[in-house]
């Protein structure tokens, strides 16, 4: 392997995954405010952040999931607090809510990645005269 160059970009690191994140960070992961987040602790029981030393909720990737499944089941779904918790309910009786919140996330990834790719290709095919 050979010395960097001067001015050549430092290699790159893979970034470790981390093990708490703090309630700005899960705000600007999930696109939803902290006031959102602290309301859906007190309407899902299942949903309880810890808290630092300082008292400041850190997160844990299991509860940022469940974040991201609530926001489903409640802004895609449409579903009601109370269908949410019931939802939650019928998923725990059926098994892990965060398995479900796996196979749920990958397949509504999977679809805003090929909307995305479709208006990318729309954009790439326009024709010449426009």
Same mark, same amino acid.
């Given at each position: 392997?050979?010395?960097? /160059?001067?001015?050549?970009?430092?290699?790159?690191?893979?970034v470790a995954r981390k093990e708490y994140y703090s309630i700005g960070e +899960?705000?600007?992961?999930?696109?939803?405010?902290?006031? +959102?987040?602290?309301?859906?602790?007190?309407?899902?029981?299942?949903?309880?952040?810890?808290?630092?030393?300082?008292?400041? #909720?850190?997160?844990?990737?299991? &509860?940022?999931?469940?974040?991201?499944?609530?926001?489903?089941?409640? *802004?895609?779904?449409?579903?009601?607090?109370?269908?949410? #918790?019931?939802?939650? *309910?019928?998923?725990?009786?059926?098994?892990?809510? &965060?398995?479900?919140?796996?196979?749920?996330?990958?397949?509504?990834?999977?679809?805003?990645?090929?909307?995305?790719?479709? /208006?990318?290709?729309?954009?790439?095919?326009?024709?010449?005269?426009?």
């Amino acid at each position: 392997m050979t010395d960097p /160059t001067p001015g050549d970009p430092p290699p790159r690191r893979p970034v470790a995954r981390k093990e708490y994140y703090s309630i700005g960070e +899960v705000c600007e992961l999930t696109g939803l405010k902290a006031h +959102v987040l602290r309301y859906w602790e007190t309407q899902f029981r299942i949903l309880q952040p810890g808290k630092n030393q300082a008292g400041n #909720r850190v997160y844990r990737p299991r &509860e940022i999931k469940l974040i991201l499944l609530l926001k489903y089941l409640l *802004h895609d779904q449409k579903y009601t607090i109370e269908g949410a #918790r019931q939802r939650l *309910h019928q998923m725990r009786q059926e098994g892990d809510p &965060e398995d479900h919140a796996d196979e749920i996330l990958s397949s509504d990834f999977l679809s805003a990645m090929k909307d995305e790719l479709r /208006t990318v290709l729309d954009v790439l095919t326009l024709p010449e005269n426009t």
